[in-house]
């Protein structure tokens, strides 16, 4: 094994990437793995288009590091399994371009994980983050809202 060798668990599969410890996450899914399903979107970690989890967290995968993963589960939306949040999504038509929404689900999913139930104050602060050039902001928050009583109706 290579001294750039880092192991990684991702959507839980193993992997060992002959990559500098440095590279960002991002580029490490994109170019090394083809999961292209997390988008670049400003490489400054400001508007939410690489979010991915990170043991159920969501963070900003242009701004963290191989070395910073290592030994922990990364799901990114090729991985997330979460059906009934998706079809809430298109119910609602929250995708106009698509290019924010794999974040935006991510950080969705990742607040519903942690809260069933979350406010809109809630889910306003959860989604500050990720930036919709195409502004559905509304229909996020009301497929968000639907979600959450469907799942406290169980």
């Known amino acids: 094994m290579s001294k750039s060798a880092q192991e990684v668990t991702i959507n839980g599969r193993s992997f060992t990437l002959d990559a500098d410890p440095n590279m960002p996450v991002l580029w490490a899914l994109r170019d090394i793995l083809g999961l292209t399903g997390t988008k670049f979107g400003c490489g400054a970690g400001l508007c939410g288009a690489c979010t991915v989890h990170l043991e159920g967290k969501p963070i900003r995968s242009c701004l963290t590091s191989l070395q910073q993963v290592k030994?922990?589960?990364?799901?990114?939306?090729?991985?997330?399994?979460?059906?009934?949040?998706?079809?809430?999504?298109?119910?609602?038509?929250?995708?106009?371009?698509?290019?924010?929404?794999?974040?935006?689900?991510?950080?969705?999913?990742?607040?519903?994980?942690?809260n069933a139930r979350p406010t809109s104050n809630q889910i306003d602060e959860a989604m500050s983050g990720n930036i919709c050039r195409c502004g559905t902001y509304t229909r996020i928050k009301a497929a968000m809202m639907s979600y959450s009583d469907k799942e406290s109706q169980k």
Not at 97 to 103: D, K, L, W
């Open 71 to 114: 030994g922990k589960a990364i799901t990114t939306i090729e991985g997330l399994n979460n059906p009934q949040l998706i079809t809430k999504w298109a119910e609602y038509n929250v995708p106009q371009c698509g290019y924010c929404q794999s974040g935006q689900l991510m950080s969705a999913a990742a607040l519903l994980m942690q």
